[in-house]
């Protein structure tokens, strides 16, 4: 089963919503403005760089994204093995596996971004990216400068952010390439994120916690400060606090998931950032994103795995190569099934078992009717092996919901 991942500030981009628009799950999107008493639309459809590059304004129109993203994915079925966040992702993460209700968690992020808005303002600071320099190099070069810069980010093999003071940053800067860096790029950022500079913020960001409700994650959760999963709800507070003012030990937490046997890694949200330190840090892992709502087949296509998405053999040995087609509901209201007849069930579907009457392995032509949502008829529009059901008997759906699906092959 995957890992979810979730991406933090600097994944923003002008217009990143406009996907998603007409997407059921554009929804959250219309709760999360409700919740927060700004115009999320706007933000995430209308909003020019700047505007969007706001700390306060990026977090809200982030973490809100990849709530779209992780609705989306959760309608079609599926379930992950552990959840992670990259810095405020990681309320993102906390969300998804049920330790932070959805209202609380739009309140946190809107209070840590304006706390940590007031903290830039008053002791300014900047990041910087460094590359190519282990992080006994870089964490070196941070010392030698003798003033406030410290390392923030540990993000991959060979790439690590430093954050402090600007002067600090450049002299730190300067240092690290001395010592064979192949690369600085600096970060347009206005504070200095995850080091002592961000103290004011924890201060502020500790009263909001302190007044809301965490549950026992129903998924593991790994935090950024140390790495680790942590099922106790008692501990979050204090991690989401101490997160403020530490390193985001992200190199560390895919370490920790890949361990767990977590494949494939998925990013929930915009940007596609930590699905590349995915890649670079885990080179034998499948990594992808779901920045759209055409990403979700995509997803559903590597889950099905070789046998869906890759090469199989037939009975004669010759190779062919399939693709994974959905079949959506036309309309809103409850499912039933229509009985096939066919091949006996040969697995369950991604939620669990196929619904009563449906068989999974059947072959179905254009126009098979696979039940009904209401009084209105699902039939498939493709030709081929019914792979899975993605809705159960009762339940109630939306139009564009996926019902079904189907195993399409390709010459």
């Not at 906390?94 to 209700?101: F, I, K, R, W």
């Not at 159960?392 to 996926?402: H, I, K, M, W």
């Amino acid at each position: 089963m995957p890992a979810f991942t979730f991406p933090g500030q600097g994944s923003q981009r002008p217009g990143m919503g406009q996907p998603w628009v007409d997407h059921p799950s554009w929804e959250v999107v219309e709760e999360a403005s409700e919740i927060s008493g700004r115009d999320v639309s706007r933000l995430l459809l209308d909003a020019d760089q700047d505007e969007l590059t706001r700390t306060a304004n990026a977090q809200l129109a982030t973490f809100v994204l990849s709530l779209v993203a992780l609705d989306a994915v959760e309608r079609v079925g599926i379930e992950p093995t552990v959840c992670a966040g990259h810095s405020l992702g990681e309320y993102s993460a906390l969300a998804a596996s049920g330790a932070l209700a959805f209202e609380d968690g739009v309140r946190l992020v809107v209070e840590r971004g304006e706390a940590m808005h007031d903290a830039a303002e008053e002791r300014p600071g900047t990041m910087a990216a460094v590359l190519g320099a282990d992080d006994d190099t870089v964490e070196a070069a941070c010392q030698r400068a003798e003033g406030e810069v410290w390392v923030a980010n540990y993000n991959a093999p060979g790439q690590v952010v430093i954050a402090g003071t600007v002067e600090s940053v450049e002299a730190a800067s300067a240092l690290v390439k001395e010592l064979g860096a192949r690369k600085v790029l600096s970060m347009p950022v206005a504070g200095a994120f995850h080091t002592t500079l961000m103290a004011p913020a924890r201060a502020r960001l500790r009263k909001a916690l302190a007044d809301t409700t965490f549950t026992d994650p129903e998924t593991p959760v790994v935090a950024n400060v140390d790495g680790r999963v942590h099922a106790d709800a008692s501990e979050w507070p204090s991690l989401l606090s101490a997160q403020l003012c530490s390193p985001v030990r992200w190199r560390q937490s895919l370490g920790t998931m890949s361990e767990m046997g977590a494949e494939p890694v998925v990013e929930l949200g915009p940007g596609g950032v930590l699905s590349g330190l995915a890649r670079r840090t885990l080179p034998s892992s499948t990594a992808l994103a779901v920045q759209k709502p055409d990403d979700v087949d995509e997803f559903l296509s590597v889950l099905a795995g070789r046998e869906a998405a890759g090469v199989h053999e037939t009975h004669h040995g010759e190779l062919l190569t399939t693709a994974v087609r959905l079949v959506v509901s036309p309309a809103a209201g409850v499912f039933q099934p229509e009985p096939l007849e066919g091949a006996p069930i040969l697995g369950a579907a991604l939620r669990g078992q196929p619904p009563a009457g449906q068989v999974a392995g059947t072959p179905v032509e254009v126009g098979a009717l696979l039940g009904r949502v209401g009084h209105v008829e699902v039939r498939t529009p493709f030709a081929g092996q019914l792979a899975g059901f993605l809705a159960l008997e009762g339940e109630r759906l939306v139009a564009g919901q996926p019902v079904a699906w189907l195993r399409v092959e390709r010459s």
